[in-house]
């Protein structure tokens, strides 16, 4: 059976690898600068996030029940419509009380900060044979993780700057991380 990992290790030419090298490098250059702007604008960050969600939330519900709707013939629609009309509901609900949604959002990331440094740091020490550089997939783990758990203990008093500096963190360590897998010396 072939695995992500026994393909890291199949040849690739040697202008696709550097082409895929600076792409992973530009991508954690992004990332370090979104980082870095989270970090310096921790509130900032959190209410810009809150704001999305929320839009999106709502849209993305008032397009599924408009789909719903659409699909009356089928005997599914109307779990469809349930399913999009709570998003609808929540989005709108994000909208109208913003504070609410920090507070849930705030949860939501510690709980991904919790799940994506726990994987990062499997998947770091799982490709250690592999990949040269694996140990900052390690460290970008270690950092999500520290952010899942310093939101798990700060929460709800810090929710309005702690979303928004904890995503900055995160954001500049994966980046981080992924500009160092990228400097890695093409053979």
Do not use: D
Request: glycine share 10%.
């Amino acid at each position: 059976m072939q695995t992500y990992l026994t393909n890291l290790k199949s040849p690739m030419r040697a202008g696709s690898k550097r082409a895929s090298f600076k792409r992973l490098k530009l991508v954690g250059a992004i990332l370090v600068v979104i980082g870095l702007l989270a970090i310096l604008l921790p509130q900032f960050a959190t209410v810009a996030a809150e704001v999305l969600v929320a839009w999106m939330l709502t849209m993305w519900g008032a397009v599924g029940l408009w789909f719903s709707l659409a699909i009356r013939p089928a005997p599914e629609w109307r779990y469809g419509f349930a399913a999009f009309g709570i998003l609808f509901l929540v989005g709108v609900a994000f909208v109208l009380f913003p504070l609410a949604g920090i507070a849930a959002l705030t949860v939501l990331m510690m709980l991904s900060f919790l799940m994506e440094g726990i994987l990062s740091i499997l998947f770091g020490l799982r490709s250690s044979a592999h990949v040269p550089n694996w140990g900052w997939l390690v460290f970008s783990g270690l950092c999500s993780f520290v952010a899942g758990v310093v939101i798990l203990f700060g929460w709800p008093w810090t929710a309005s700057w702690t979303l928004g500096l904890m995503m900055g963190l995160n954001f500049f360590s994966t980046g981080l991380s992924l500009v160092m897998l990228g400097t890695r010396q093409v053979q």
